[in-house]
Structure formats: C-alpha cells, structure tokens
C-alpha cells in the first residue's frame, strides 16, 4: 500500500510531545483491572447496582478527557457516579503501578534513551489526570528521560491542543513532533503547526483517525528512523 503522506518532508525537531496512554504505556494492562475493580466498589457502595459496562466502551474513550470519558461509559448517570468512578480508578490505577502492574511498549526505555543522548527535548502531554500521569512515568523508570510533564488534569486545559500549546510557550519550544495514537493528538499537532507521527500499535483509534499524520509508525522504535531521515 502506498503511503499517501510519503511525500512530506519532516522537519528536525529540537523537542517530541508524546501522549501516554496508548502511545508509551499500554493502558489496558493497568487500567482493565483497576476499571473492574471500581465497579465492583461503586456495587458495594450502590451507587451503581448494575453489570459493569463494557470495557471496550473505556477502552474506545481513550484520548478524552475524564469527564467526556464518564460521558461515554456512563451516560445516564449523574455527575456524582462520574466524580466516584473518577476517584476509584484512579485509586485503583496508582495501587497497581505500585505493585508493578502494568507495561510499556517494546522499545518505549531505549527508543527515548536513544532520542535524548542525540539531544531530543522530551515532553509528556496527555489528557489524563496528574497523578496518574507522573505515576506512571516514575513507575515506569521514566522520569530522568522527560524535561516536562504536562496533564489535562493538572493544567485544567480543554482540549490537547491548548495543553500542547501551553507546552510550547512555556517551554520555548519551537520546532517539535508530537507523537500519539489518537485524533486528539493529531489535532494538538496541527493546529499548533507541528509535525505529527501517528502510533498505529495499540489499537485504540478509529479508523480514520490517524490520516492526517504525517508519518505511521507500527512499532515504537521505528520513530528513531524517521528522525534519522530527517536529519539526512
């Protein structure tokens, strides 16, 4: 299959933007657990008496922000079960980081090592809550790799988009890749006029959702060859 975005040149960058869920971490390996484990509590407390809503339905959701994920799982509900769920995941999320619970993607570690010996800036933007978010990167033994952190959750922002741009006015950033699985990730890098590399592995997004990438990649690691390319 010919690759329609082919003949767009990449920019070096001096920083990449990397969303977590998805992209570094693989979610589900966490969050499937932690998700059951929260309706089970919310049964206990009857504040949800029913069978637990499919976990495709979350898994589908990834990429928005926590409120319009609760939205989408539980849509009758009223916001008080969204904030208690809320609550409960993540208490869930970050017992199991503890325990170990949890994997990155092949090559996350070394593929970032690699980027940040060449002289990469390195930055997290994600959607999710603070907590989790840095939980996961010092879980993970990410955290000496990352110049910055930002959260959804922890900057109030909106949409990415305007969490990735306060990324860059904070940070001084000019020319950057922001690299993620999901359409929210595509649009942060659009409309803040940066190069977008779509992660094609985990399988979360829609179809359609990564057209408008620049770039594809199928594995981690293949992301140190297209920023050797453009460095040619």
Request: charged share 25%; net charge neutral.
């Amino acid at each position: 299959m010919i690759e329609t975005y082919a003949v767009r040149f990449l920019t070096v960058p001096e920083a990449m933007i990397f969303d977590l869920d998805g992209t570094l971490f693989r979610t589900e390996t966490l969050l499937l657990p932690a998700y059951r484990q929260t309706f089970a509590q919310l049964k206990k407390e009857k504040l949800y008496v029913r069978e637990c809503p499919p976990e495709q339905r979350f898994i589908d959701s990834l990429g928005l922000l926590l409120e319009d994920i609760w939205k989408n799982v539980l849509p009758d509900q009223p916001v008080a079960v969204h904030e208690r769920a809320n609550e409960l995941l993540l208490a869930y999320q970050l017992e199991g980081l503890k325990a170990g619970i949890g994997q990155l993607y092949p090559g996350v570690r070394e593929t970032l090592r690699e980027l940040r010996e060449a002289g990469v800036r390195l930055f997290v933007a994600s959607n999710g809550l603070e907590p989790y978010v840095r939980g996961v990167v010092e879980a993970k033994g990410l955290s000496g790799l990352f110049e910055g952190i930002y959260s959804a959750g922890g900057y109030r922002t909106a949409s990415k988009a305007d969490l990735v741009r306060l990324l860059l006015s904070e940070r001084g950033v000019g020319k950057a890749w922001m690299v993620g699985d999901r359409v929210s990730d595509v649009e942060a890098g659009k409309r803040n006029g940066l190069t977008v590399i779509g992660c094609d592995y985990a399988g979360f997004h829609h179809a359609g959702e990564l057209e408008q990438a620049d770039r594809r990649i199928g594995g981690f690691p293949q992301l140190l060859s297209h920023y050797r390319a453009a460095l040619v």
